[in-house]
Protein backbone atom coordinates (compact mmCIF):
# COMPACT_ATOMS: atom_id res chain seq x y z
CA UNK A 1 0.00 0.00 0.00
CA UNK A 2 2.79 2.04 0.85
CA UNK A 3 4.27 1.62 -2.84
CA UNK A 4 1.08 4.06 -3.78
CA UNK A 5 1.93 6.62 -1.47
CA UNK A 6 5.27 7.10 -2.99
CA UNK A 7 4.32 6.69 -7.02
CA UNK A 8 4.23 9.60 -9.43
CA UNK A 9 1.67 12.56 -8.60
CA UNK A 10 2.13 15.36 -10.95
CA UNK A 11 1.54 15.68 -14.92
CA UNK A 12 4.88 16.62 -15.28
CA UNK A 13 6.22 13.53 -13.09
CA UNK A 14 3.89 11.30 -15.17
CA UNK A 15 4.52 12.79 -18.49
CA UNK A 16 8.42 12.46 -17.52
CA UNK A 17 8.02 8.79 -16.35
CA UNK A 18 6.43 7.66 -20.17
CA UNK A 19 8.97 9.92 -22.09
CA UNK A 20 11.37 7.86 -19.93
CA UNK A 21 9.70 4.47 -20.72
CA UNK A 22 9.28 5.23 -24.53
CA UNK A 23 12.74 6.09 -25.04
CA UNK A 24 14.85 3.89 -23.13
CA UNK A 25 12.79 0.13 -23.06
CA UNK A 26 14.06 -1.16 -25.52
CA UNK A 27 18.23 -0.53 -24.43
CA UNK A 28 16.57 -1.34 -21.53
CA UNK A 29 15.64 -4.68 -22.97
CA UNK A 30 19.00 -5.34 -24.61
CA UNK A 31 21.19 -4.85 -21.68
CA UNK A 32 18.81 -7.11 -19.52
CA UNK A 33 18.87 -9.95 -22.59
CA UNK A 34 22.67 -9.34 -23.34
CA UNK A 35 22.96 -10.69 -18.87
CA UNK A 36 20.56 -13.24 -19.04
CA UNK A 37 20.46 -14.43 -22.92
CA UNK A 38 16.40 -15.41 -22.37
CA UNK A 39 14.17 -12.78 -23.60
CA UNK A 40 11.32 -13.08 -21.50
CA UNK A 41 13.70 -12.60 -18.39
CA UNK A 42 14.92 -9.77 -19.84
CA UNK A 43 11.24 -8.81 -20.26
CA UNK A 44 10.96 -9.28 -16.55
CA UNK A 45 14.13 -7.36 -15.82
CA UNK A 46 12.73 -4.16 -17.56
CA UNK A 47 9.27 -4.66 -15.89
CA UNK A 48 11.22 -4.65 -12.45
CA UNK A 49 13.37 -1.97 -13.64
CA UNK A 50 10.32 0.88 -14.26
CA UNK A 51 8.88 -0.32 -10.74
CA UNK A 52 11.49 0.82 -9.02
CA UNK A 53 12.33 3.89 -11.42
CA UNK A 54 8.38 4.83 -11.17
CA UNK A 55 8.60 5.43 -7.31
CA UNK A 56 11.67 7.50 -7.76
CA UNK A 57 10.99 9.33 -11.08
CA UNK A 58 10.91 12.79 -8.95
CA UNK A 59 15.04 12.58 -8.33
CA UNK A 60 14.86 12.17 -12.47
CA UNK A 61 15.28 15.99 -13.84
CA UNK A 62 15.53 15.24 -17.43
CA UNK A 63 13.53 12.72 -19.35
CA UNK A 64 16.33 12.26 -21.53
CA UNK A 65 20.05 12.85 -20.96
CA UNK A 66 22.84 11.04 -20.26
CA UNK A 67 22.39 11.10 -16.71
CA UNK A 68 19.10 9.09 -16.93
CA UNK A 69 19.85 7.09 -19.34
CA UNK A 70 22.71 6.07 -17.01
CA UNK A 71 20.18 5.76 -14.38
CA UNK A 72 18.24 3.68 -16.26
CA UNK A 73 20.75 0.96 -17.20
CA UNK A 74 22.34 1.24 -14.08
CA UNK A 75 18.51 0.03 -12.61
CA UNK A 76 17.98 -2.93 -15.28
CA UNK A 77 21.52 -4.01 -14.27
CA UNK A 78 20.77 -4.49 -11.36
CA UNK A 79 17.14 -6.29 -12.33
CA UNK A 80 19.47 -8.56 -14.56
CA UNK A 81 21.58 -9.51 -12.87
CA UNK A 82 19.36 -10.25 -9.51
CA UNK A 83 17.23 -12.50 -11.84
CA UNK A 84 20.32 -13.89 -12.87
CA UNK A 85 22.07 -15.01 -9.50
CA UNK A 86 18.22 -16.40 -8.54
CA UNK A 87 18.74 -18.82 -11.99
CA UNK A 88 22.05 -19.68 -10.76
CA UNK A 89 20.96 -20.68 -7.34
CA UNK A 90 18.35 -22.97 -9.43
CA UNK A 91 20.41 -23.91 -11.44
CA UNK A 92 21.83 -27.96 -11.48
CA UNK A 93 25.22 -26.73 -12.96
CA UNK A 94 26.81 -23.50 -12.15
CA UNK A 95 26.12 -20.75 -14.79
CA UNK A 96 29.10 -18.79 -15.90
CA UNK A 97 29.87 -15.80 -13.91
CA UNK A 98 31.60 -14.10 -16.92
CA UNK A 99 27.74 -13.43 -18.70
CA UNK A 100 27.07 -10.86 -16.36
CA UNK A 101 30.23 -8.44 -17.13
CA UNK A 102 29.73 -5.17 -18.76
CA UNK A 103 31.92 -3.45 -21.24
CA UNK A 104 33.48 0.12 -20.48
CA UNK A 105 34.81 2.58 -22.83
CA UNK A 106 38.15 3.87 -21.18
CA UNK A 107 37.69 7.39 -20.35
CA UNK A 108 41.46 8.90 -19.58
CA UNK A 109 40.21 9.54 -16.18
CA UNK A 110 41.85 7.34 -13.74
CA UNK A 111 39.46 7.74 -11.34
CA UNK A 112 36.95 6.92 -13.65
CA UNK A 113 38.59 3.77 -15.36
CA UNK A 114 38.98 2.61 -11.27
CA UNK A 115 35.17 3.19 -10.94
CA UNK A 116 33.95 1.41 -14.08
CA UNK A 117 36.44 -1.73 -12.82
CA UNK A 118 34.63 -2.05 -9.45
CA UNK A 119 32.60 -5.13 -8.80
CA UNK A 120 29.07 -4.50 -10.55
CA UNK A 121 27.34 -3.98 -7.22
CA UNK A 122 30.13 -1.70 -5.90
CA UNK A 123 29.92 0.72 -9.14
CA UNK A 124 26.32 0.49 -9.23
CA UNK A 125 25.83 1.86 -5.51
CA UNK A 126 28.28 5.07 -7.06
CA UNK A 127 26.48 5.64 -9.76
CA UNK A 128 23.18 5.75 -8.37
CA UNK A 129 24.92 8.21 -5.53
CA UNK A 130 27.72 10.15 -7.18
CA UNK A 131 25.82 10.53 -10.50
CA UNK A 132 22.05 9.93 -10.42
CA UNK A 133 22.71 11.99 -6.70
CA UNK A 134 20.05 9.62 -5.11
CA UNK A 135 20.37 9.26 -1.33
CA UNK A 136 21.40 6.32 0.77
CA UNK A 137 18.26 5.31 1.35
CA UNK A 138 17.08 5.83 -1.97
CA UNK A 139 19.42 3.59 -3.77
CA UNK A 140 18.29 0.96 -1.07
CA UNK A 141 14.71 1.37 -2.09
CA UNK A 142 15.32 1.32 -5.93
CA UNK A 143 17.90 -1.89 -5.38
CA UNK A 144 15.45 -3.80 -3.63
CA UNK A 145 18.25 -4.19 -0.26
CA UNK A 146 17.86 -2.27 2.86
CA UNK A 147 19.61 0.96 3.76
CA UNK A 148 22.39 -0.79 6.34
CA UNK A 149 23.53 -3.17 3.15
CA UNK A 150 23.66 -0.07 0.49
CA UNK A 151 25.64 1.78 4.22
CA UNK A 152 28.22 -1.08 4.22
CA UNK A 153 28.42 -1.49 -0.12
CA UNK A 154 28.96 2.47 -0.44
CA UNK A 155 31.83 1.50 2.07
CA UNK A 156 33.60 -1.01 0.74
CA UNK A 157 33.04 0.48 -2.82
CA UNK A 158 35.03 3.12 -1.68
CA UNK A 159 37.78 0.99 -0.36
CA UNK A 160 37.84 -1.08 -2.78
CA UNK A 161 38.38 2.40 -5.41
CA UNK A 162 40.64 3.21 -3.00
CA UNK A 163 42.87 0.35 -3.49
CA UNK A 164 42.52 0.58 -7.38
CA UNK A 165 43.48 3.65 -6.96
CA UNK A 166 46.48 2.99 -5.08
CA UNK A 167 47.56 0.59 -7.70
CA UNK A 168 47.94 4.24 -10.07
CA UNK A 169 50.00 5.25 -6.84
CA UNK A 170 47.05 8.31 -6.22
CA UNK A 171 46.24 8.26 -2.50
CA UNK A 172 42.70 9.40 -1.15
CA UNK B 1 40.56 16.87 -3.36
CA UNK B 2 38.90 14.41 -1.18
CA UNK B 3 37.43 11.10 -2.38
CA UNK B 4 33.75 12.38 -2.38
CA UNK B 5 34.78 15.12 -4.78
CA UNK B 6 36.64 13.01 -6.93
CA UNK B 7 33.56 10.56 -7.10
CA UNK B 8 31.27 13.33 -7.76
CA UNK B 9 34.01 14.40 -10.44
CA UNK B 10 34.30 10.90 -12.12
CA UNK B 11 31.25 9.04 -11.19
CA UNK B 12 29.57 10.88 -15.01
CA UNK B 13 32.44 9.88 -16.65
CA UNK B 14 32.06 6.32 -15.77
CA UNK B 15 28.77 7.00 -16.91
CA UNK B 16 29.85 7.95 -20.26
CA UNK B 17 32.15 5.33 -20.56
CA UNK B 18 29.50 2.83 -19.58
CA UNK B 19 27.11 4.21 -22.12
CA UNK B 20 29.72 4.21 -24.83
CA UNK B 21 30.15 0.58 -24.76
CA UNK B 22 26.32 0.14 -25.00
CA UNK B 23 24.31 1.28 -28.45
CA UNK B 24 22.41 4.14 -28.58
CA UNK B 25 18.60 3.48 -27.37
CA UNK B 26 16.82 4.60 -31.28
CA UNK B 27 19.49 1.89 -32.18
CA UNK B 28 17.84 -1.14 -29.97
CA UNK B 29 14.89 -2.80 -31.44
CA UNK B 30 12.35 -5.21 -29.70
CA UNK B 31 8.97 -6.13 -30.01
CA UNK B 32 7.95 -6.75 -26.48
CA UNK B 33 5.18 -9.38 -25.29
CA UNK B 34 1.78 -9.09 -24.96
CA UNK B 35 1.93 -9.83 -21.00
CA UNK B 36 4.69 -7.26 -20.48
CA UNK B 37 2.80 -4.58 -22.49
CA UNK B 38 -0.27 -5.49 -20.58
CA UNK B 39 1.80 -5.11 -17.02
CA UNK B 40 3.49 -2.20 -18.55
CA UNK B 41 0.10 -0.29 -19.39
CA UNK B 42 -1.59 -1.01 -16.18
CA UNK B 43 1.77 0.68 -14.49
CA UNK B 44 1.42 3.73 -16.61
CA UNK B 45 -2.25 3.94 -15.68
CA UNK B 46 -1.59 3.75 -12.40
CA UNK B 47 0.87 6.92 -12.55
CA UNK B 48 -2.05 8.13 -14.62
CA UNK B 49 -4.83 8.34 -11.85
CA UNK B 50 -4.14 10.82 -8.40
CA UNK B 51 -3.76 7.62 -6.96
CA UNK B 52 -2.27 9.80 -4.06
CA UNK B 53 -5.52 11.08 -3.59
CA UNK B 54 -7.54 7.68 -3.86
CA UNK B 55 -5.63 5.89 -1.37
CA UNK B 56 -5.85 8.27 1.21
CA UNK B 57 -9.34 8.30 0.74
CA UNK B 58 -9.35 4.59 0.89
CA UNK B 59 -8.06 4.90 4.28
CA UNK B 60 -11.41 3.64 5.20
CA UNK B 61 -10.00 0.27 4.62
CA UNK B 62 -6.47 0.71 4.69
CA UNK B 63 -5.38 -2.37 6.84
CA UNK B 64 -1.99 -0.65 8.41
CA UNK B 65 -0.37 -2.62 10.86
CA UNK B 66 0.94 -0.50 13.24
CA UNK B 67 3.42 -0.99 16.51
CA UNK B 68 2.08 1.26 19.00
CA UNK B 69 2.61 1.73 22.33
CA UNK B 70 -0.93 0.95 24.53
CA UNK B 71 -1.03 3.89 26.41
CA UNK B 72 -1.80 5.73 22.87
CA UNK B 73 -5.05 4.24 22.73
CA UNK B 74 -8.26 5.46 24.62
CA UNK B 75 -10.98 2.91 23.91
CA UNK B 76 -14.41 3.70 24.66
CA UNK B 77 -15.27 -0.09 24.16
CA UNK B 78 -13.65 -3.32 24.54
CA UNK B 79 -14.29 -6.61 23.60
CA UNK B 80 -12.78 -9.87 23.95
CA UNK B 81 -13.45 -11.88 20.68
CA UNK B 82 -11.67 -14.89 21.28
CA UNK B 83 -11.37 -17.05 24.83
CA UNK B 84 -7.73 -17.11 24.48
CA UNK B 85 -7.54 -13.31 24.42
CA UNK B 86 -5.69 -13.33 20.97
CA UNK B 87 -7.17 -10.40 19.43
CA UNK B 88 -9.83 -8.03 20.74
CA UNK B 89 -11.20 -5.02 19.31
CA UNK B 90 -11.88 -1.27 20.46
CA UNK B 91 -14.36 0.61 19.27
CA UNK B 92 -14.27 4.29 19.01
CA UNK B 93 -16.50 6.64 17.75
CA UNK B 94 -15.08 7.04 13.99
CA UNK B 95 -13.17 3.58 13.90
CA UNK B 96 -12.29 0.17 15.25
CA UNK B 97 -8.98 -0.65 16.25
CA UNK B 98 -8.10 -4.94 16.13
CA UNK B 99 -5.19 -5.54 18.87
CA UNK B 100 -3.34 -8.48 18.48
CA UNK B 101 -1.65 -10.56 21.50
CA UNK B 102 0.48 -14.00 21.60
CA UNK B 103 3.46 -14.97 19.75
CA UNK B 104 2.95 -16.12 16.10
CA UNK B 105 5.11 -18.61 14.27
CA UNK B 106 8.71 -17.19 13.52
CA UNK B 107 7.84 -17.37 10.55
CA UNK B 108 4.31 -17.33 8.58
CA UNK B 109 4.45 -18.45 5.58
CA UNK B 110 3.22 -16.34 2.21
CA UNK B 111 -0.85 -16.61 1.81
CA UNK B 112 -2.15 -15.30 -1.80
CA UNK B 113 -5.72 -15.33 -3.09
CA UNK B 114 -6.65 -18.91 -5.57
CA UNK B 115 -9.31 -16.61 -6.90
CA UNK B 116 -9.75 -12.76 -7.92
CA UNK B 117 -12.31 -11.43 -9.63
CA UNK B 118 -12.00 -11.43 -13.62
CA UNK B 119 -10.30 -8.48 -15.00
CA UNK B 120 -8.16 -7.66 -11.63
CA UNK B 121 -4.22 -7.91 -12.53
CA UNK B 122 -1.53 -8.45 -10.12
CA UNK B 123 0.53 -4.98 -10.29
CA UNK B 124 2.84 -5.10 -6.86
CA UNK B 125 3.66 -7.47 -4.39
CA UNK B 126 5.62 -7.76 -1.04
CA UNK B 127 5.20 -10.89 0.91
CA UNK B 128 2.19 -9.72 3.39
CA UNK B 129 0.87 -7.40 0.42
CA UNK B 130 -0.77 -7.57 -3.10
CA UNK B 131 -2.12 -4.95 -5.47
CA UNK B 132 -4.89 -5.40 -7.94
CA UNK B 133 -5.19 -3.41 -10.82
CA UNK B 134 -8.65 -3.84 -12.79
CA UNK B 135 -7.61 -2.20 -15.67
CA UNK B 136 -11.18 -2.16 -17.41
CA UNK B 137 -12.35 0.83 -14.73
CA UNK B 138 -9.16 1.11 -13.13
CA UNK B 139 -10.12 0.17 -9.56
CA UNK B 140 -7.53 -1.02 -7.09
CA UNK B 141 -8.15 -4.30 -5.34
CA UNK B 142 -5.67 -5.07 -1.89
CA UNK B 143 -4.92 -8.11 -0.06
CA UNK B 144 -3.07 -8.19 3.04
CA UNK B 145 -2.46 -9.70 6.10
CA UNK B 146 -0.28 -9.22 9.43
CA UNK B 147 0.64 -11.66 12.35
CA UNK B 148 -1.15 -11.36 15.76
CA UNK B 149 2.02 -10.41 17.50
CA UNK B 150 1.87 -8.41 20.97
CA UNK B 151 1.60 -4.99 20.07
CA UNK B 152 0.32 -5.30 16.56
CA UNK B 153 -2.85 -3.55 16.06
CA UNK B 154 -4.68 -2.50 12.51
CA UNK B 155 -7.35 -0.21 11.82
CA UNK B 156 -10.65 0.17 10.34
CA UNK B 157 -12.35 3.80 9.59
CA UNK B 158 -15.88 2.98 10.37
CA UNK B 159 -17.72 6.42 8.69
CA UNK B 160 -19.36 5.35 5.39
CA UNK B 161 -18.86 1.91 6.55
CA UNK B 162 -22.21 -0.84 7.62
CA UNK B 163 -20.47 -3.49 9.21
CA UNK B 164 -21.61 -6.62 9.00
CA UNK B 165 -20.63 -10.45 11.10
CA UNK B 166 -19.36 -12.62 8.31
CA UNK B 167 -17.89 -16.33 8.60
CA UNK B 168 -14.60 -16.86 6.16
CA UNK B 169 -14.27 -21.03 6.27
CA UNK B 170 -16.39 -21.25 9.36
CA UNK B 171 -14.16 -18.38 10.97
CA UNK B 172 -15.55 -15.18 12.39
CA UNK B 173 -14.73 -11.79 10.49
CA UNK B 174 -16.03 -8.41 9.83
CA UNK B 175 -17.20 -7.15 6.51
CA UNK B 176 -17.11 -3.31 6.10
CA UNK B 177 -19.90 -2.42 3.01
CA UNK B 178 -19.00 1.12 1.75
CA UNK B 179 -21.89 3.49 1.49
CA UNK B 180 -19.56 5.86 -0.15
CA UNK B 181 -18.87 4.73 -3.97
CA UNK B 182 -15.62 6.29 -3.68
CA UNK B 183 -14.40 4.57 -1.06
CA UNK B 184 -13.52 0.56 -1.09
CA UNK B 185 -15.29 -1.82 1.18
CA UNK B 186 -13.22 -4.43 3.07
CA UNK B 187 -13.21 -7.89 4.79
CA UNK B 188 -10.78 -8.60 7.94
CA UNK B 189 -11.03 -11.63 9.43
CA UNK B 190 -8.55 -13.56 11.84
CA UNK B 191 -7.24 -17.55 11.52
CA UNK B 192 -5.27 -18.05 14.82
CA UNK B 193 -4.11 -21.46 13.91
CA UNK B 194 -1.77 -19.51 11.20
CA UNK B 195 -1.41 -16.11 13.55
CA UNK B 196 -2.82 -13.76 11.29
CA UNK B 197 -4.98 -11.34 10.16
CA UNK B 198 -6.44 -11.02 6.23
CA UNK B 199 -7.68 -8.32 4.69
CA UNK B 200 -8.95 -7.63 1.17
CA UNK B 201 -9.94 -4.10 0.39
CA UNK B 202 -11.93 -3.33 -3.34
CA UNK B 203 -14.56 -1.82 -4.82
CA UNK B 204 -16.51 -5.53 -4.72
CA UNK B 205 -19.55 -7.46 -4.28
CA UNK B 206 -19.69 -8.78 -0.49
CA UNK B 207 -19.78 -12.10 -2.36
CA UNK B 208 -17.38 -11.58 -4.15
CA UNK B 209 -14.97 -10.81 -0.73
CA UNK B 210 -15.92 -13.96 0.91
CA UNK B 211 -15.50 -16.14 -2.37
CA UNK B 212 -11.70 -14.90 -2.64
CA UNK B 213 -11.56 -15.29 1.02
CA UNK B 214 -12.08 -18.55 0.55
CA UNK B 215 -10.25 -19.20 -1.83
CA UNK B 216 -6.45 -17.75 0.12
CA UNK B 217 -4.03 -20.53 0.71
CA UNK B 218 -0.69 -20.75 1.77
CA UNK B 219 1.95 -20.77 -1.28
CA UNK B 220 4.92 -21.97 0.44
CA UNK B 221 5.97 -23.76 3.32
CA UNK B 222 7.56 -21.80 6.57
CA UNK B 223 11.30 -22.62 7.04
Redesign the interface.
Known sequence: ?L???Q???DEA??TK??QV?L?????M???A?DILND??EA?DA??QA??AI?KHIDGVSEAIC??T??FV??IVTNKAIDIYRAKKRRAVRPLEEDTVK??????G?P???A??RLPERY?EV??L???AGYTNQEVADLLGKTYESIHSLDRRA?QA??EELAKEGIE? | MNLEELLYENAPLARDAMLAALPAPEECRHEFSPAFQRKMRALLRRQAHPLRHRVLRSAAAVFLAAIVGSAAWLAVDVRARTAFFQWVEEFYETHIVYRFQGVPAEETGVYRPAWVPEGYEEIDASDSTVIYLNENDGKILTFAYVPMQDGHTTGMITESMQRQSVEVDGVPGDFYLSTDSSVPSSLIWVNEEAGLAFNFSGFLTKDEFLHMASSVMQINIPK
Open positions: MIYLMIEDRFEYHYRNLFHVNWQEVHFIAPRQGVTLCFRTTSVADIARILKYDKLRV
